[in-house]
């Protein structure tokens, strides 16, 4: 089990850093493209805040905060909206993942652009959701629940 | 990146395994585990594999060593010393491999060596591609996400199966 920390430099660091991680982290998904970074740094970075809120705040502000069962339902919505970015092309006859046949009102080549970051998103929940639900999994021991 | 530096790094590296391997008390060998992918993240990096290096530094320092964390809290930090057989069998495993890898590497192009075949054959075409094609500067990025996507795809299942794998493994076993 988890406690929150005794220490107020802790917690209000703790404070602090999420937010602005996450912030970081939505950086780093919506510029993978010009940028190091993409869906699958973005979402461990995104799940790193819950973790630094759990160890830092204790295991119950962690469940305050995630549920589960929502974490489970992000993480497959994640990989049916890559599945989705991949099957809307096919409506129009294209290919499987060939993001320049979206229906989108933008040319091809910007049509890749947006369907890399569709499923750069997709990637990005998944990973954020499974990491969180892990850790949720992998901490709990004599939670009642 | 200069080579002194890359040397000193991958000394550094093999300094932390052995201190990860070494240790009997097993916090600070998970410790010195999360250095090592810092470590790790650093030499990516000063090889100029910046995308790799970022997803070393959230994985294998970051997520990685938490979860380690959390595995010690609901085991021990003991470690149990391995048989003294097993012990000597990994050895020569660890040395045959080792040789067998380092017989190989010659074979390799040099490093960064732009006639090596694969920078003759694939990456000039994601190189000239990915602006015109994707609008994306960033050649990683659309090597991943467009050029290799199904791999993409089905890494995220692999992760989202992992994920459920983890869940339902272990949950807590209700009394019935």
Known sequence: MIERDDSVVVTAFVRLLAPTIQLFGLYVLVHGHESPGGGFQAGVILAATYLALALGLGRETLDRRVNERACLALAAGGVALYVLTGVLPMLGGGPFLDYGELPLPVDAVRARYFGILFIETGVGLTVAATIVLIFCRLVDRDRPS | ????????????????????????????????????????????????????????????????????????????????????RLRWVALALVLVVGLAIAFVERALPPFGDPAAPPALHVSPRYLEGAVPETDTPNVVTAVLADYRSYDTLMETVVIFTAGLGCWLLLRRHEPR
């Open chain 2, 1 to 84: 990146m200069s080579e002194p530096v890359v040397a000193a790094l991958l000394v550094l590296l093999v300094l932390l395994a052995v201190t990860a391997i070494r240790a009997s008390d097993l916090l600070p060998a998970v410790v010195a585990l999360g250095g090592y992918g810092f470590v790790m993240a650093l030499t990516w990096a000063a090889i100029g594999a910046v995308d790799v290096a970022f997803t070393e530094a959230v994985v294998g320092a970051g997520a990685t060593t938490v979860f380690m964390l959390a595995a010690l809290l609901r085991t021990s930090r003991r470690r149990s010393p391995a048989p003294e």
